[in-house]
């Protein structure tokens, strides 16, 4: 599945607008639960950084450098003008044009639009995170997630981790939304048909943070348990 670059914009939008807001509040010196040695100050830098990057490789269609950003003096305000120079450059740009970029899909602008929607929701995961509290994503939204890492960065695992090993397959079902992804064994393993040994199930914001290892989460398993702990224990994203 995929959304129309339109939707990955307004979605964008909404998201970065609500990650800027939340960073105008709590101790930047707070730490991210689920990002082992950051702070609130680290994850709104890091994100930042992230969409400057994205946003010159949107608009050269070319490998940039990422480099470390320092951190600014008004962190809110340096992020929000980090959001709008991204979504400036997604405005402008063709989703279907060439361009580079580190996933296992067609080396067009569109892998962009959709990167960085699910990059930002993440991040707000994290920097909620940081107050104890969950955003709530639209189910849609976080359904394409979940896809995402099964499809697009699953099959390029290879580039951050060693290969995870799948010896049967696993179907992951997003109950709220009913979409449904059988990962077949490979090297990597990935999107495909088969009888599933283990069935995963949990609304799609709940599976898009067990595949990025975040929060405290109990999926419905049926099947093989020992299974299905491996493949979801197992690195699965950058």
């Known amino acids: 599945m995929t959304l129309s670059a339109e939707d990955y914009l307004a979605s964008l939008r909404a998201l970065t607008a609500e990650f800027a807001e939340a960073a105008t509040s709590g101790e930047v010196s707070a730490p991210v639960p689920d990002c082992a040695g ?92 940081c107050a104890g509290t969950t955003p709530v994503l639209d189910p849609v939204v976080a359904a394409d997630g979940v896809d995402e890492v099964l499809t697009a960065l699953l099959s390029r695992v290879t580039r951050w981790h060693a290969v995870p090993p799948l010896p049967e397959p696993i179907t992951l079902r997003a109950t709220d939304t009913g979409h449904e992804w059988t990962v077949v064994p490979g090297e990597p393993p990935a999107v495909g048909e088969g009888e599933a040994a283990a069935t995963v199930e949990a609304s799609a914001q709940e599976l898009l943070t067990l595949l990025w290892k975040r929060g405290e989460v109990t999926p419905r398993v049926t099947g093989d348990e020992e299974l299905a702990r491996a493949f979801l224990k197992a690195p699965l994203t950058p």
């Open 38 to 129: 950051w702070t609130r100050a680290d994850l709104v830098t890091h994100l930042g950084g992230i969409h400057r990057w994205a946003a010159e490789i949107v608009r050269t269609g070319e490998p940039q450098k990422l480099s470390a950003a320092d951190e600014p003096g008004d962190l809110a305000a340096w992020y929000a003008e980090s959001a709008a120079m991204l979504l400036t450059a997604l405005e402008a740009a063709d989703p279907a044009e060439k361009c580079w970029h580190f996933g296992g899909t067609p080396k067009t602008k569109t892998f962009w639009f959709r990167r960085q929607l699910h990059e930002t929701a993440v991040h707000l995961i994290d920097l909620h995170g």
